[in-house]
């Protein structure tokens, strides 16, 4: 391949031949592969909401109870507005007063998402801090390792009396909730990966006179890291669930805070219009880690490739 | 045997077994032994070849030697040095590609290096060299996924020259090889070799990489793996494999070792389902 498209290259420079018609071609269809990849997503996403439109079409969703698309989608200036949760708890502040409606909007998600986000990167740092200490000090492993599991199973929901004893409202809960939601299993994840690194890996470090430490900085960490980065992308999809629990309750803004006034004002189209709105956040999130793990992880073989051969 | 904790053995020798065994999971319900009393001499700069009917302990043996697993039984010396601990004077190659993906292949030759604090100019340097050796130095820049299995091989092959190694311990690093580039790995390694100086261990189970190779040909027993016998083989290299005396060896040690494997099948079948 790379010598093809040398050839184009003088092919080019010499004026148009054939090699240079092919690196051509070649470029054209990494453009194409990006182009199909969003045609292949607005087509998964318009045939769920096709069906949906379909349903009440035929009469078979009450457009109060499960208003497709078109209509929650129809009056997004006037869903705006329930965003602007942010000056209704200050007394004497008038109700249009204060942010417009699309930067109200856009002070949610940007609240939703710093929560988010400074949850998991707590919990990561803390998880795989305790999960390589764990594995490299045998006390530390006997001493803490049984908490760990004993409390990895308990529900975020059962956390969240304690954020708020602990943490009262604001910021703070929130972030606790998305930790201690990921901490533990991640920390279990961690363990996991650890104990499935190729053992001649470690064996040849060991031969060439390796210190545990060496061991552990130069060929563990690394080798953990693909597996690390799945993990961290399953979590921040539970990330995402946890942080609307923990922000229904005690947060003056927030989306958790918007999907709660839309429940206790019965207002399924806000629902579904703040759902939509998380749903493209959490993609965009999935979007930059996957483009992150290609960049850190340049040496993993390809093997959606040889799957679709299938 | 050498409890007095005396060494019984002139202190030139490469490697030195004295009653080694190994028992896995020693004292648990699972325990199973994997080799049992050898007594093996190895001299500097000799070619052996371990031979034996798979799950024999001649692996085992080799990671003894290594220092990676801890006899059971006996003890092992090195040039007159207790084998206690892995050491750089004995590097293990591995069957299976054991290159970190993650480094170039010149970062993975000079890994060693790396370890002990050289600077960059100076691996850089040491890396190109055990390359040239290896004839790769095209490929001192390329990651390990975009090299074929028997450069991988060779790759590894340069990061245990790199360090210099004495002992160069080899667990059947040409099996996952197509039999073209088996023979021609064969070539290479003899010629590796010659001009390293150092003692090759060879574990294989394939009577003709054992008689392509070998000064001395230890015949494993099956398991519990003890040496059965030791074969010289004397004849200049490069062997032809065709010849009439190599092909009487070949009948000598495909009888030697036919009485093992159906041994070893015997034994397996008599374990209860």
Redesign the interface.
Same mark, same amino acid.
């Given at each position: 391949m790379a010598v093809v498209a040398r050839d184009g290259d003088v092919g080019a420079a010499a004026g148009a031949s054939r090699p240079a018609a092919v690196t051509r071609l070649f470029a054209s269809m990494a453009g194409l592969d990006a182009l199909s990849k969003i045609w292949w997503t607005c087509l998964s996403i318009s045939l769920f909401a096709g069906i949906w439109e379909l349903c009440w079409g035929l009469g078979w969703a009450d457009p109060k109870l499960l208003p497709p698309p078109h209509i929650f989608l129809d009056n997004i200036a006037e869903q705006a507005k329930f965003f602007n949760t942010a000056t209704r708890w200050t007394i004497g502040t008038a109700m249009n007063s204060g942010p417009t409606p699309f930067e109200s909007v856009m002070i949610t998600m940007g609240a939703t998402t710093a929560r988010v986000f400074a949850g998991l990167v707590i919990a990561s740092v803390l998880a795989i801090s305790i999960g390589v200490m764990v594995r490299y000090y045998q006390f530390f492993d006997k001493l803490v390792l049984p908490t760990i599991t004993l409390l990895s199973p308990v529900s975020p929901i059962a956390w969240l009396p304690v954020a708020i004893f602990l943490f009262g409202i604001g910021n703070a809960p929130a972030i606790f909730m998305v930790v201690v939601a990921l901490f533990f299993h991640m920390v279990l994840a961690t363990i996991n990966q650890i104990d499935g690194v190729?053992p001649?890996?470690i064996?040849?470090?060991?031969?060439?006179?390796?210190?545990k430490w060496?061991i552990y900085t130069?060929?563990i960490v !690394?080798?953990i890291?693909p597996g690390m980065l799945a993990v961290l992308r399953l979590n921040l999809f539970g990330a995402w669930m946890v942080v609307l629990i923990a922000e229904s309750t005690g947060v003056g803004y927030g989306m958790g805070q918007v999907i709660m006034l839309a429940r206790n004002t019965f207002n399924p189209s806000l629902v579904f219009f703040t759902i939509a709105v998380i749903g493209v956040l959490g993609f965009t999130f999935d979007w930059l880690l996957r483009l992150a793990q290609r960049r850190i992880l340049?040496?993993? !073989?390809d093997t959606k490739e040889k799957l679709r051969g299938l | 045997m050498a409890s007095d904790g005396a060494p019984h053995f002139s202190s030139k020798a490469a490697v030195v077994c004295r009653g080694v065994g190994k028992t896995w999971a020693a004292g648990t319900k699972r325990a199973h032994e994997a080799l049992r009393d050898i007594d093996l001499d190895i001299q500097p700069g000799e070619f052996v070849v371990f031979l034996g009917p798979s799950g024999c302990g001649k692996s085992t043996l080799l990671y003894l030697i290594s220092g990676l697993e801890d006899a059971t039984e006996g003890q092992i010396w090195s040039f007159s040095d207790k084998v206690e601990t892995p050491s750089p004077d004995r590097s293990l190659i591995f069957q299976e590609t054991s290159l970190f993906p993650w480094l170039t292949v010149w970062q993975n030759v000079s890994f060693g290096l790396a370890i002990r604090g050289a600077a960059q100019a100076e691996r850089r340097a040491v890396a190109a060299e055990a390359l040239q050796r290896v004839g790769l130095s095209a490929a001192i820049d390329k990651r390990p996924d975009e090299l074929s299995g028997g450069m991988r091989q060779r790759v590894a092959v340069a990061r245990a020259l790199a360090m210099r190694p004495k002992v160069l311990l080899m667990d059947e690093p040409f099996a996952a090889l197509d039999v073209q580039t088996r023979a021609r790995m064969q070539d290479f390694l003899l010629d590796v070799w010659r001009d390293s100086g150092a003692s090759v261990l060879f574990v294989t189970h394939h009577i003709d990489e054992a008689v392509a190779l070998a000064d001395r040909v230890v015949v494993f027993t099956a398991r519990p793996g003890r040496i059965k016998t030791i074969f010289p083989i004397t004849l200049p290299r490069p062997r032809n494999l065709f010849s009439r005396e190599v092909e009487a060896m070949r009948i000598q040690l495909t009888e030697l070792l036919r009485d093992e494997v159906d041994r070893a099948f015997a034994e397996q079948e008599a374990i209860p389902a």
């Open positions: 190729n001649n890996l064996n040849v470090a060991r031969t060439m006179g390796a210190t060496q130069r060929v !690394p080798a890291l340049y040496w993993l !073989p | -």
